[in-house]
């Protein structure tokens, strides 16, 4: 791929992540939002395509926008209640938010400009799906085991929590 | 040419505006969403680091997969919650829960 | 010593966990208290096993580290997890549903605990801590039909996420401007010097969120929140041990990893203690609820254990091991009286603890030497390890500090005593009987008392293990 080529590409998911992520946070209808959550995500999976992580691209697609966006537009539509145009409104503190958000995305940008880019770009192990399995169940098998415990509890916990109380006092 | 730096800054913008609504959003499903926002610009930054400081070892990458899993997990249970909430109070918003009552 | 050895201790709380899972699904409905009696019985043995372990030393495929330091902080939690376990026999009990899920998850989170005490990885680390947070949310949510926990299940999920995610932003800037997420490999980047603007904002986004998880002012609004609603064994435990492992994670990242970077961040540690200890302290004073009253005088303990990490040497590091054994004693103490308290009279008022002495002299007793523990009067226990931490922060010369925390400490004994003169002064309402204490709570209680006094008196064997603990750490 040209590098003319990948800077276009990279401003084009640049602008479509951000002006979605924006929507999700400004719009007033939480339906809206939740849909460009699912646009933003998929923003999100062009750019692992663009840092040539295809396999992280496929993971972003499966779990993001094919279940956590569909679970949280199923806690959308559970807890539909009132007017859905006024949804997804500001709180009380969104001023005092608004100011700490813009300070750290200032630190943020203040330090990148301070970082010299002068990094090349490296290139993937050439079985990069191989390299991630043996990562998984070589150095990283502790945190992996915690990882099936995590989903087991959470699992349970989500269960246990939903589940229909019995009225039984 | 394109650097980490673009990269790194994507990241940093998209965290600042999951956090944005995170803390500025009444709903708790859409104070989940700027979570969810943050968690995914936390692994841009971790796919493009790994891409650019040592691609032969894919610890940014297990990394990213693992904030996958636990993103996951956290929405599934919240999600649990704020229904939990809903069924007893019939809203779902966070700060007429007595939001940082003294 | 293989794997399996070292890792023998979170093996077999990983084991005792996924067992009761199971075994809850398989007991009858009436026999379900035998959960609670195997849980606190494994946790008991594997304690023991931790104690038996204690001079283990190894590393686990680099990523996971086996030290007397981490060991000390799992004997903690399990201490800490079994206390839990037997106050909660009787509360849990009452709820009707999901026992054997209710200490199944008390274990596993405990389970994420010792992961994130041993975690020398990153990833690890922020797995462990993963662990501990949602199996905490769930059991905040487990006063079913209560929507004080239901709202407390709530602000910690989303707290705990929004804090993560923060912590998560750290960390991922100080993987990328150090090119590893092994702790060694990254003090050993952060000792040639190279301190890059980029891993300074990662500082700054990791500070934030260990503060969070470990309830420091100004991060700690979730907690009053969170610790009145939640069922109060949970709450007992969450106030203890996920502030101690919040603790044990910080010290790895913190004076390990970010050692030689000491001067950048220890002025944000100072203000975060000078605000923990004062608005902790204040704040208590016009508490009405038992759990609220103890929630912010957990914030103030967090500002004194915060202390040890200011002196920033062996001294302190010992310190805070010592102070969080006994704060685990001492506040577990407070919040079982509590429980049973409540078990009897469906109240956390403090005004409602009027003749607590006459109607149950154990509870009270307990209650008034664990504020006392907390307030660090002596004889007791409290006393020997906040003078330590004094001693710690003197040593590097912040006396305005030490003097600070004294004089909050002088605040506190005043509010804990407002609850020991209702309980002792106050009249007990007309009609009330005298609460029975089961026979569990009893020798649970009676362990705490006798810990607070022991460790009150003749201090020196704890002390030495937390000292040569910390030594470990440092060497």
Not at chain 1, 133 to 145: I, K, M, Q, S
Request: hydrophobic share 60%; proline share 3%.
């Amino acid at each position: 791929m040209g590098s003319t080529l990948t800077l276009v590409a990279f401003w084009i998911l640049f602008v479509l992540v951000v002006a979605s992520a924006l929507a999700v946070v400004l719009l007033r209808n939480i339906v809206h939002s939740a849909l460009y959550l699912v646009l933003s995500f998929v923003g999100v999976a062009g750019i692992y395509i663009l840092l040539e992580a295809e396999f992280l691209a496929a993971v972003q697609i499966l779990v993001y926008v094919g279940a956590v966006s569909v679970l949280l537009i199923f806690g959308v539509m559970l807890t539909r209640r009132g007017n859905i145009r006024q949804s997804n409104l500001f709180n009380a503190f969104s001023l005092a938010a608004g100011v700490v958000s813009l300070a750290l995305c200032v630190l943020i940008i203040l330090a990148l400009a301070r970082t010299p880019a002068s990094l090349p770009l490296g290139s993937w192990p050439v079985d990069t799906v191989g390299a991630l399995a043996e990562a998984f169940l070589g150095p990283f098998v502790v945190p992996f085991e915690v990882a099936a415990i995590l989903l087991l509890v959470g699992i349970v916990g989500a269960i246990l929590i939903a589940r229909e109380v019995k009225e039984d006092k | 040419m394109i650097t980490l730096n673009h990269y790194l800054m994507l990241g940093g913008v998209l965290f600042v505006i999951g956090l944005f609504g995170a803390l500025a959003k009444k709903n708790a499903i859409a104070v989940l969403m700027g979570i969810e926002l943050m968690l995914n610009a936390v692994n841009i930054n971790l796919a493009a680091f790994n891409r650019f400081l040592n691609p032969d070892k894919v610890v940014g990458l297990v990394f990213a997969i693992f904030v996958i899993v636990v993103a996951a997990v956290e929405v599934a249970v919240g999600l649990a919650i704020v229904i939990n909430l809903y069924r007893q109070r019939l809203n779902t918003s966070v700060d007429e829960a007595d939001w940082l009552k003294w | 010593m293989p794997v399996w050895e070292l890792l023998s201790v979170e093996l077999l709380t990983a084991f005792l966990g996924l067992g009761l899972l199971v075994l809850g699904l398989l007991v009858p409905k009436g026999q379900k208290r035998g959960l609670g009696y195997l849980a606190a019985l494994g946790l008991v043995g594997i304690a023991a096993l931790a104690f038996a372990l204690r001079e283990a030393q190894g590393v686990v495929w680099e990523g996971y580290i086996i030290d007397p330091f981490g060991t000390y902080f799992k004997l903690l939690f399990l201490f800490a997890a079994i206390l839990t376990c037997v106050s909660s026999f009787e509360y849990i009990g009452r709820l009707g549903n999901g026992e054997g899920e209710y200490y199944a998850l008390i274990i596993l989170s405990t389970l994420g605990m010792m992961i994130l005490a041993s975690a020398g990885e990153l990833i690890t680390l922020y797995l462990g801590l993963e662990l501990m947070t949602i199996s905490f949310c769930i059991l905040a949510t487990y006063r079913r039909g209560d929507m004080k926990s239901a709202e407390a299940g709530i602000k910690y999920i989303i707290l705990g996420a929004l804090s993560s995610a923060i912590l998560l932003y750290g960390l991922s800037l100080l993987y990328g401007s150090t090119g590893s997420t092994l702790i060694k490999d990254i003090s050993l980047v952060v000792n040639s010097g190279g301190v890059t603007p980029l891993m300074v904002v990662g500082m700054i986004f990791l500070l934030g969120g260990f503060a969070f998880k470990m309830a420091a002012v100004p991060f700690h609004m979730w907690a009053p929140d969170v610790y009145e609603g939640a069922p109060t064994p949970v709450t007992a435990f969450l106030s203890v041990a996920s502030k101690a492992a919040a603790f044990a994670a910080f010290l790895r990242v913190f004076f390990v990893a970010l050692g030689d970077s000491h001067p950048l961040w220890a002025e944000v540690i100072v203000a975060l203690t000078i605000l923990s200890v004062v608005v902790g302290n204040l704040v208590a004073i016009p508490q009405k609820n038992i759990k609220r009253l103890l929630a912010y005088s957990s914030i103030s303990q967090a500002g004194y254990l915060l202390l040890g990490i200011v002196a920033f040497s062996t001294l302190g590091v010992g310190a805070i091991l010592y102070h969080s054994m006994l704060y685990v004693f001492a506040n577990m103490g407070a919040f079982m009286v509590a429980t049973v308290f409540y078990n009897a009279d469906k109240s956390d008022e403090i005004q409602d603890y009027a003749g607590l002495a006459r109607r149950s002299p154990l509870l009270a007793a307990v209650m008034l030497f664990s504020l006392l523990s907390l307030a660090g009067i002596p004889p007791l226990a409290g006393f020997v390890s906040k003078f330590y931490l004094f001693m710690a922060v003197i040593d590097q010369g912040y006396i305005w500090l030490a003097i600070l925390a004294v004089l909050m400490s002088m605040v506190s004994v005043y509010y804990y005593l407002q609850v020991v003169k209702v309980m002792y002064l106050g009249d007990p309402p007309p009609g009330r009987p005298a609460i029975e204490v089961p026979l569990g709570v009893q020798i649970a209680l009676a362990c705490s008392l006798a810990v607070l006094f022991l460790f009150g008196i003749y201090p020196t064997p704890l002390t030495n293990y937390a000292f040569s603990s910390a030594a470990a750490f440092f060497h």
